[in-house]
């Protein structure tokens, strides 16, 4: 079937429409969200985190335009370059959590203060380095390695639909769930339209997501709690050092 070869493709597409969306003032004119100005001590680390994300996106664009023209050769070269690429995303991205939160201590995001909403973004790199890894280790099961690779793509987006000024409004009243509602959302409009072209449950997909969603529900849990918040502070102070 046609329309479920190019699913992968389609879905990347959306990956990289919302991804440039949301990151469209740091693309075109270098500022942070909502215009203001990127910190000069978090500039080098930012543009690096940026730039592996978007390098991230952008191959899993390729990838599935690849593999769904039948390029198994160069489906299987182009992968290389994801070992070079999420090695550097999630090392930027633990050192950019902790050195973005030691600069405002007192900054609340979804009204979860920041140093709690630290195990927030450890907990989407952690998902992350685990699709990915799961994705490059069956990469010889397709069936397996391209819902894996999908769902890494899909949990770095966690925080892109808050850079969009249509969809913050909608979400962000629900408190912490609108962070992760868009992607929640989408990650199951896929996973079901996926199942309508296979007439069946993509299972690898559908573990993938309910493992995803009940990390980040479990994870933002523990992060309100005086257990996490004793324990991030210890963090932070071990990330100062670090960062």
């Known amino acids: 079937m046609k329309l479920d070869r190019y699913f992968y493709s389609i879905s990347a597409i959306v990956f990289l429409l919302l991804t440039f969306w949301g990151f469209h003032s740091v693309y075109l004119q270098g500022d942070a969200a909502g215009g203001n100005l990127i910190a000069p001590e978090m500039f080098v680390l930012d543009s690096i985190h940026g730039a592996a994300m978007s390098a991230w996106v952008l191959l899993f664009l390729v990838q599935a335009v690849v593999?769904?023209?039948?390029?198994?050769?160069?489906?299987?070269?182009?992968?290389?370059?994801?070992?070079?690429?999420?090695?550097?995303?999630?090392?930027?991205?633990?050192?950019?959590?902790?050195r973005s939160v030691g600069a405002s201590p007192d900054f609340s995001f979804f009204a979860i203060p920041y140093p709690r909403f630290l195990l927030v973004m450890l907990t989407e790199i952690a998902l992350y380095a685990a699709f990915v890894a799961a994705g490059l280790i069956t990469r010889k099961r397709p069936a397996v390695h391209r819902p894996m690779m999908l769902l890494a793509s899909l949990s770095i987006l966690a925080g892109t639909p808050a850079r969009i000024p249509t969809l913050y409004p909608v979400f962000s009243h629900a408190g912490w769930p609108g962070l992760f509602g868009p992607i929640f959302a989408l990650g199951a409009v896929l996973l079901t339209i996926r199942s309508l072209l296979t007439r069946k449950l993509d299972r690898p997909f559908a573990v993938g997501y309910t493992a995803m969603v009940a990390v980040y529900v479990l994870g933002t849990h523990f992060a309100l709690t005086e257990t996490w918040n004793r324990f991030a502070t210890a963090l932070l102070k071990l990330g100062s050092s670090i960062t």
Do not use: D, E, Q
């Open 67 to 98: 593999i769904g023209s039948r390029n198994r050769r160069l489906h299987m070269k182009l992968g290389w370059a994801a070992l070079a690429i999420a090695p550097v995303l999630i090392i930027c991205s633990v050192l950019t959590a902790f």
